[in-house]
């Protein structure tokens, strides 16, 4: 069975600093990984996926996630934070499948950007 | 223009009452979805339609009806509600026909029963 971790409910970071908000996976097979925001009462965002190809995936908003394999790791990163990137940020890993393809989600950590 | 859009986005009502989510996509996309998120911000799948066809139930008790007219939309209906359904709804599509296609969210329904 997929499942996904994000071992942090939280994430401090000062704006202008670089920030990384973690998560780790486990899958059979070749993952499908995903990046979706939420801001506060909305709904959630679609930022940057990794399918196959290059280990370093650019998104939305200028972040972006590298994959690693050996440590089935897909780690969200930005080189340089924003107060507006304060939210709700999770990871999820979707199955193969077509008509049943569905996506798990993580616990989501919740980014606080400080000016 | 909205890709998935779903009203009510605020619903407050009262235990034991029946209410219903509408949810359409312009996407033209085949497969639909409905995931809750609780007030821990957990989200989980409950149901998927992939042209009108029920696909995934997960286990969500026989109170929650999804209905599926046509491809492009997926409403949701409770029966008798209770406290515990209080949650945030949103609803999903994708297209099937390549295994990483993106999934994409409405803005969600905000469901308090009092």
Request: with cysteine.
């Amino acid at each position: 069975a997929q499942s996904v971790a994000q071992p942090e409910d939280q994430v401090n970071v000062a704006e202008g600093n670089p920030l990384t908000v973690k998560c780790t996976y486990s899958v059979s097979g070749n993952p499908y990984l995903f990046w979706y925001v939420q801001y506060p009462n909305r709904g959630l965002q679609f930022l940057l996926k990794y399918i196959t190809g290059d280990n370093l995936v650019k998104g939305s908003y200028g972040f972006e996630a590298e994959f690693n394999k050996s440590q089935t790791s897909f780690h969200l990163k930005k080189p340089s934070a924003l107060v507006s990137d304060s939210a709700l940020y999770f990871c999820a890993v979707s199955n193969y499948g077509g008509a049943t393809n569905k996506l798990i989600f993580g616990t989501g950590t919740l980014l606080a950007v400080q000016p | 223009d909205t890709a998935v859009s779903q009203t009510p986005k605020y619903l407050v009502t009262q235990m034991g009452n029946d209410k219903s989510i509408k949810c359409e996509q312009n996407l033209g996309h085949d497969t639909m979805y409905w995931y809750k998120q609780d007030s821990k911000k957990f989200l989980k799948i409950m149901f998927s339609y992939n042209n009108k066809e029920l696909i995934i139930n997960e286990t969500v008790p026989n109170r929650f009806s999804p209905k599926s007219p046509d491809k492009a939309h997926l409403n949701l209906h409770i029966n008798s509600l209770e406290l515990g359904d209080s949650a945030v709804y949103f609803c999903a599509s994708r297209q099937s026909t390549l295994s990483g296609n993106t999934i994409y969210f409405g803005e969600g329904s905000w469901l308090t029963v009092v």
